[in-house]
Nanobody, 115 residues
Framework: QVQLVESGGGSVHPGGSLRLSCAASGNIFSFYTMGWYRQAPGNQRELVATITAGSSTKYADSVKGRFTISIDNAKNTMYLEMNSLKPEDTAVYYC?????????WGQGTQVTVSS
């Protein structure tokens, strides 16, 4: 059984930074991709960034140059470094893993950016 637990969310002012973590447990050795998604109230869940087992990354245009996705394989943990945060980044952030075509989600962590 695969479990994903996010942490690191919180409230920051515009221009601030946060680092989200996603700790994975279970049989994750055959994963294809891991990613971060977010969902703001009234909006659909949207892709933020993904990373493959080969460490190739992809970002939404809205976060390019501000967010960085990474994985620490020794710790089975994925990170999302978020800089220059904007109010429109406010959302619940979810981590996701694709293992042999099966998708698993974390419970989400709230990020709020406001002055």
């Amino acid at each position: 059984q695969v479990q994903l637990v996010e942490s690191g969310g919180g409230s920051v002012h515009p221009g601030g930074s946060l680092r989200l973590s996603c700790a994975a447990s279970g049989n994750i050795f055959s994963f294809y991709t891991m990613g971060w998604y977010r969902q703001a109230p009234g909006n659909q869940r949207e892709l933020v960034a993904t990373i493959t087992a080969g460490s190739s990354t992809k970002y939404a245009d809205s976060v390019k140059g501000r967010f960085t996705i990474s994985i620490d394989n020794a710790k089975n943990t994925m990170y999302l470094e978020m800089n220059s945060l904007k109010p429109e980044d406010t959302a619940v952030y979810y981590c996701e893993i694709n293992i042999l075509g099966r998708i698993y989600w974390g419970q989400g962590t709230q990020v709020t950016v406001s002055s």
